[in-house]
């Protein structure tokens, strides 16, 4: 069983930046493609980032392009979430996700197999 954490969420103005981290435990998760997914309510789960298990590929959602710049180091169980140039609309809750094991990058929730509970991020304009 794979437990997921993130942090690094907070208030930040708009252009501002934040880098978000998500810490596994259980087991490692050096061979799972992993994602970075948000939520805001009223919206169903968006997809913002994934990296494969060897960080040979990423794979963002156009509305991050060339703001956000996902990451991974295996041997601290890590992923991370470099945001930059924020955006009010960039404002949700952040979840990263752990795929199956040499799984390709997806968009797609259900690849998915762990979660986290999330941490907030808010753009003030």
């Known amino acids: 069983q794979v437990q997921l954490v993130e942090s690094g969420g907070g208030l930040v103005q708009t252009g501002g930046s934040l880098r978000l981290s998500c810490a596994a435990s259980g087991r490692s998760v050096s061979t799972y493609a992993m994602g970075w997914f948000r939520h805001t309510p009223g919206k169903e789960r968006e997809f913002a980032a994934a990296?494969?298990?060897?960080?040979?590929?990423?794979y963002y959602a156009d509305s991050v392009k060339g703001r956000f710049t996902i990451s991974r180091d295996n041997a601290k169980n890590t992923l991370y979430l470099q945001m930059n140039s924020l955006k009010p609309e960039d404002t949700a809750l952040y979840y990263c996700?752990?795929?199956?094991?040499?799984?390709?990058?997806?968009?797609?929730?259900?690849?998915?197999?762990?979660w986290g509970q999330g941490t907030q991020v808010t753009v003030s304009s």
């Open positions: 990296i494969s298990w060897s960080s040979a590929s990423t």
């Open positions: 996700a752990a795929g199956p094991e040499f799984g390709l990058v997806s968009g797609v929730p259900s690849s998915y197999r762990y």
